[in-house]
T-cell receptor
């Protein structure tokens, strides 16, 4: 089955700096890669996703890049703010269906004021 | 109520107890999921119900038993749990066959097994 590895497990950045979280996946058949944000004591929520026919996707301060050849994808947050502090999870879908999502272990991002 | 709701939000139970977790989705989705979230571990998919088909993770112990009476409700029946089962149990729903693939999570039930 699919295996998703996520790095780093913790990340601290100064407010205004950029943050990058990286994930690798094992199965080249995976074609859907979402990112979820989970604030302390709250539920995970989708913040951005990318499909295998696209190399990059951007939504305001958040961007995701995908390298299918290398089987890795990354989340980029620019101009970080304290409210970006949360745990971020990457995931990969083996068959393109939500039910097949395999999650990474999460990255605790702390934005220091 | 909108979105995905879960009850109870917190549960403390002894190893010999029997309890049930409830999840309800108000989004008209046709797939529902149970996840286990332990500290510093990936979200572990436990069970999936989609279009009345159950997809089960083979590593889930039999002391966890899901029930999906209809597309809006999902239960997780618990019996003779172990302390290592203490975790946050998250329910989620999604619309199968829709391009978005987004899973909507409930707030979770914080389970403590004593």
């Amino acid at each position: 089955g699919e295996n998703v590895e996520q790095h780093p497990s913790t990340l601290s950045v100064q407010e205004g700096d950029s943050a990058v979280i990286k994930c690798t996946y094992s199965d080249s058949a995976s074609n859907y890669f979402p990112w979820y944000k989970q604030e302390l004591g709250k539920r995970p929520q989708l913040i951005i996703d990318i499909r295998s026919n696209v190399g990059e996707k951007k939504d305001q301060r958040i961007a995701v890049t995908l390298n299918k050849t290398a089987k890795h994808f990354s989340l980029h947050i620019t101009e970080t703010q304290p409210e970006d502090s949360a745990v971020y999870f990457c995931a990969a879908s083996l068959s393109g269906s939500a039910r097949q999502l395999t999650f990474g272990s999460g990255t605790q991002l702390t934005v220091l004021p | 109520e909108t979105g995905v709701t879960q009850t109870p939000r917190h549960l403390v139970m002894g190893m010999t107890n029997k309890k049930s977790l409830k999840c309800e989705q108000h989004l008209g989705h046709n797939a529902m999921y149970w996840y286990k979230q332990s500290a510093k571990k990936p979200l572990e998919l436990m069970f999936v119900y989609s279009l009345e088909e159950r997809v089960e993770n083979n590593s889930v112990p039999s002391r966890f038993s899901p029930e999906c009476p209809n597309s809006s409700h999902l239960f997780l029946h618990l019996h003779t749990l172990q302390p290592e089962d203490s975790a946050l149990y998250l329910c989620a729903s999604s619309q199968e066959r829709l391009a978005g693939y987004e899973q909507y999570f409930g707030p979770g039930t914080r389970l403590t097994v004593t």
